[in-house]
């Protein structure tokens, strides 16, 4: 069984960038086909934000964060990080960690995802 450990998260201004890292024990993340990130605002569903796949070169992003976040393997250290730059209060959410093998066409699916980290606060002010 994997565990997810999320890091990173914090306030920052509008304009700002953070960087959030997921680090798996137990497992590697060779072992799933799928890496996400999701978030969750107060009141609102969660939301799928990045994924990439097994192999590292497919990447997937919601339009709302394409341009802005990159999501990248850190195989030698068993790591995936989301690289998020000019950051919007609109983003302001609790951000978690996932994996699991969820065919391409479903991986924004949070539903076909096995595993969750425990989330980290990311918050953006004006």
């Known amino acids: 069984q994997v565990q997810l450990v999320e890091s990173g998260g914090g306030s920052v201004q509008a304009g700002g960038s953070l960087s959030l890292s997921c680090r798996a024990s137990?497992?590697?993340?060779?072992?799933?086909?799928?890496v996400a990130w999701f978030r969750q605002a107060p009141g609102k569903d969660r939301e799928f934000v990045a994924a990439v796949r097994r192999s590292g070169g497919y990447k997937y992003y919601a339009d709302s964060v394409k341009g802005r976040f990159t999501i990248f393997r850190n195989n030698a250290e068993n790591m995936v990080n989301l690289q998020m730059n000019t950051l919007k209060p609109e983003d302001t959410a609790v951000y978690y960690c996932?994996?699991?093998?969820?065919?391409?066409?479903?991986?924004?699916?949070?539903?076909?995802?096995?595993?969750w980290g425990q989330g980290t606060q990311v918050t953006v002010s004006f």
């Open positions: 137990g497992r590697t993340f060779s072992s799933y086909g799928s």
């Open positions: 996932a994996v699991g093998s969820p065919i391409l066409s479903a991986i924004r699916d949070s539903n076909l995802y096995t595993t």
